[in-house]
């Protein structure tokens, strides 16, 4: 069964910076990601990486976030640096594989706050 674990969340200066990860088994995965989720508001993306590097994030974190992925472990890490009060939310891991279309499966997800 897909099960991803997430860690690395926590309380955070604005400007300081933080590392998650999240660890996936059992299946093959293609794009391995992270989205967050603020207090009333939609769940968003992040960033994404794909099995080849491939990487994409949103507008609002680049400069500051960076993705990488070790196809080894099955593990997808968020680098966050410049962290801003913003940047304040739920962070949920995301990873895909394929049967016939592709399956999403979350990780439960890590509180990240921004704050002095």
């Known amino acids: 069964q897909a099960q991803l674990v997430e860690s690395g969340g926590g309380l955070v200066q604005p400007g300081g910076s933080l590392r998650l990860s999240c660890t996936a088994s059992?299946?093959?995965?293609?794009?391995m990601g992270w989205y967050r989720q603020a207090p009333g508001k939609q769940r968003e993306l992040v960033a994404r990486?794909?099995?080849?590097?491939?990487?994409n994030l949103a507008d609002s974190v680049k400069g500051r976030f960076t993705i990488s992925r070790d196809n080894a472990e099955n593990t997808v890490y968020l680098q966050m640096n410049s962290l801003k009060p913003e940047d304040t939310a739920v962070y949920y891991c995301?990873?895909?594989?394929?049967?016939?279309?592709?399956?999403?499966?979350w990780g439960q997800g890590t509180q990240v706050t921004v704050s002095s």
């Open positions: 059992g299946r093959i995965f293609t794009t």
């Open positions: 995301n990873a895909q594989y394929r049967l016939i279309s592709l399956i999403d499966v």
């Open positions: 990486i794909t099995s080849g590097g491939v990487t």
